[in-house]
T-cell receptor, first 114, second 115 residues
Framework: QQQVKQSPQSLIVQKGGISIINCAYENTAFDYFPWYQQFPGKGPALLIA?????SEKKEGRFTISFNKSAKQFSLHIMDSQPGDSATYFCAARSGGGATNKLIFGTGTLLAVQP | EAGVAQSPRYKIIEKRQSVAFWCNPI?????LYWYQQILGQGPKLLIQ????????DSQLPKDRFSAERLKGVDSTLKIQPAKLEDSAVYLC?????????????FGAGSRLTVL
């Protein structure tokens, strides 16, 4: 119930293409869903986040689509660039408020080919 | 603002030895987290502090792992004795709950190799 399942494990996209990463969860008490981007040798950094009362959020080339009834959410990277090559983690917040505990997916290694 | 500082960046030890990692969070961030990231996996929460009190340590292997945040600022994570399966990157993160922001800011991590 506390898991967040992420797919695919790895993804290769051509420059200018669309990258799509999917996540699914079971716990309906999760109340916040961020995506983190991690470059080699660095810690994860917040990319974009969404709350379950919103179906879509867009920030620049990055869009989260959220399907509350299916308990699924996805990250779309439009016009993918080589600089987007990184590992992407979806996450879900458990506890909320003071505890703000994030449960992470297993990660997707994205390679954008020039 | 300065980021989350961690040291050492890399550590190689033999199994059954001990190791300690240090974290200095962003100034003013009352909440501090230690995550374990095994190669090819997502970060897993080990322990969460609010100031110098423990909020959640349910996934901390307490027979070998310990953590403290004595003055509500810096934190130390210790492993004693280390096992091969402890090889991972240990990430420290901090958050300012006072702003209502949900953003966790991570440090670069401390990579542990247990031989």
């Amino acid at each position: 119930q506390q898991q967040v399942k992420q797919s695919p494990q790895s993804l290769i996209v051509q420059k200018g293409g669309i990258s799509i990463i999917n996540c699914a969860y079971e716990n309906t008490a999760f109340d916040y869903f961020p995506w983190y981007q991690q470059f080699p040798g660095k810690g994860p950094a917040l990319l974009i986040a969404i709350r379950p009362d919103v179906s879509e959020k867009k920030e620049g080339r990055f869009t989260i689509s959220f399907n509350k009834s299916a308990k699924q959410f996805s990250l779309h990277i439009m016009d993918s660039q080589p600089g987007d090559s990184a590992t992407y983690f979806c996450a879900a917040r458990s506890g909320g408020g003071a505890t703000n505990k994030l449960i992470f997916g297993t990660g997707t290694l994205l390679a954008v080919q020039p | 603002e300065a980021g989350v500082a961690q040291s050492p960046r890399y550590k190689i030890i033999e199994k059954r030895q001990s190791v300690a990692f240090w974290c200095n969070p962003i100034s003013g961030h009352a909440t501090l987290y230690w995550y374990q990231q095994i190669l090819g996996q997502g970060p897993k929460l080990l322990i969460q502090f609010q100031n110098n009190g423990v909020v959640d340590d349910s996934q901390l292997p307490k027979d070998r792992f310990s953590a403290e945040r004595l003055k509500g600022v810096d934190s130390t994570l210790k492993i004693q004795p280390a096992k091969l399966e402890d090889s991972a990157v240990y990430l420290c993160a901090s958050r300012n709950p006072g702003t209502g922001a949900n953003v966790l800011t991570f440090g670069a991590g401390s990579r542990l190799t247990v031989l």
